[in-house]
């Protein structure tokens, strides 16, 4: 029964109007935001305290910054690439210095050029421990500098977020909010639904969708960047609306306040929904190249009071966050308490000095009302969208 839905009604019928760019103009596009990050990469230099920044890595085992640093037109790296960032740049020696090996002479210029440069590099914990041997086998020895491990340069390069995204990011959340009010046949049908409506929207997805029914004896493990709820009335018995969701998110962002650490935040939002008689728990992550993307995360759901490491990070400006949650609700009609989860996208406004929903929370429940189909079911059922 708790897996498969039967006979659900299509109620939303937004239009989409929403049309990608060609591969071409997306290419120019993500550069365009590529060299506004790397731009920014002597800043970073600057206020971690660092004049170099390494990356040494081979073709299929690429350093995770690979992908937030590459080319459009880039797909791997080729042979062993070799990217230094350092913040003396000059006619001679520009930044970042590139190479492209597999003879092994590399080495002696990189050894040179370090040499040259007079400084210490550090490698924001991306390196692979092939690499790291390469290099120790290769420079150290003849250059008498200090590899230092400086994560924060590769996780705030990760997590910034540019000019000219939040708009993509909008018309992301449209078409998800849109295909979310579409429907479906059984909760499978459903997963594979959305699979096919995102491929037919040339977007992907970075997990498969998961829809769940919600009744206390079914909550499935999950993670996901877009939650929402939806209720099938129980039309029978006279039901017209549906039980109030939840209003954590909000006390959320009121606490995510820069430079606080993910715990702080946590500990400060979980305190208020004490005062607030809010039972949940609260589990956000930044977001952005990947779905769990680099930062402070606020919460983890085997984690709910404190997050070891990546709890202890800051939270960082011009970023994106999931603010995901779930609260228990006493659901009058079905006379139970019912889990209540919630996963929105969020983004700071430097110039409000805050931080919004960026297209909104879910304000109230997607109604399906199974008299508009075939089948009928005996009584309402909360079903989970992620
Ligand atoms: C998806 O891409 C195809 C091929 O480029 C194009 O014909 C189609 O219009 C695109 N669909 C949307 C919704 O952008
Ligand atoms: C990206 O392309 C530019 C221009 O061809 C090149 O100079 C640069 O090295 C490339 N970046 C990477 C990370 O390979
Ligand atoms: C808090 O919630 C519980 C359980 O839902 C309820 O019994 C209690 O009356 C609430 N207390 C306040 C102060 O709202
Ligand atoms: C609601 O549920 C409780 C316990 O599960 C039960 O004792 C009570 O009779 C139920 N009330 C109604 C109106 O069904």
Redesign the pocket.
Known sequence: MLTKIEAIAVLGCMLLLIVLPSLREQARILDEWKDARIRNIPNLLGKYGVDGWLMSQREHAEDVIWWSIKNATDFDAHRRTIILFHNKRSEKLPSPIKWVDNTGSAWPELTTTLETLQIDINFASGLQVGELNALQENIFGSWDGQLLNVPMLGIEYVATRVDGMLEYYHDLQEIVWATLERAFLTNTDLQWWFREKMQALNVTTWNQPRISVVVPESFPGWEGTDDHMAYILCTSEGEKDVPEGLKEGDIVLDYMHLGLTGNEVLTKSLERMKVE?I?GQIFCHPIGDWGHDAGAAIGITNLPEHVPVLGDLPVLPNTFYGIELYA?H?VAEGNE?LRFRLEENAHRSEEAGKWRFVRGRQERLHIIDPTKRRRHTARPLLIQIQ
């Open positions: 008689n039972s228990y006493f308490t």
